[in-house]
């Protein structure tokens, strides 16, 4: 169960970690693109920091959400941006591939494996 210091924790370890990954993610080009787009200036300091604090900051306005969700399944990499937003809000309601399925071999197959 979290605590209230833990969610804390955990909050910033996670935009540290995206901070980490905007300069392996993003070139220059980009991040300047970012930072100008969510106003954060080119001449301050630790301005990835900055824009790892601003995603997430503002969850009542939708187009901040999305901006967010935009910024954040490139820098994890997702395949298809529009399946990430998806499956980041939970909206995927379409059935896995075949390719994500799991199989379950069921009890009769681990208990006959006792026998």
Do not use: C
Not at 23 to 34: A, G, T
Request: net charge positive.
């Amino acid at each position: 169960m979290f605590i209230r210091g833990d969610s804390i924790k955990a909050l910033h370890r996670e935009r540290g970690m995206l901070s980490k990954m905007m300069n392996k993610r993003f070139s220059e080009e980009e991040r300047n693109r970012l930072y100008k787009k969510w106003g954060i200036g080119l001449s301050s300091k630790r301005r990835r920091l900055q824009l790892a604090n601003r995603i997430w900051s503002n969850t009542k306005d939708i187009d901040h959400v999305m901006e967010s969700a935009a910024v954040v399944a490139k820098l994890v990499r997702f395949v298809e941006q529009g399946q990430a937003l998806k499956e980041m809000f939970g909206l995927s309601f379409t059935p896995p591939t075949s390719s994500t399925k799991r199989r379950s071999l069921g009890w009769t197959y681990s208990k006959s494996s006792l026998l």
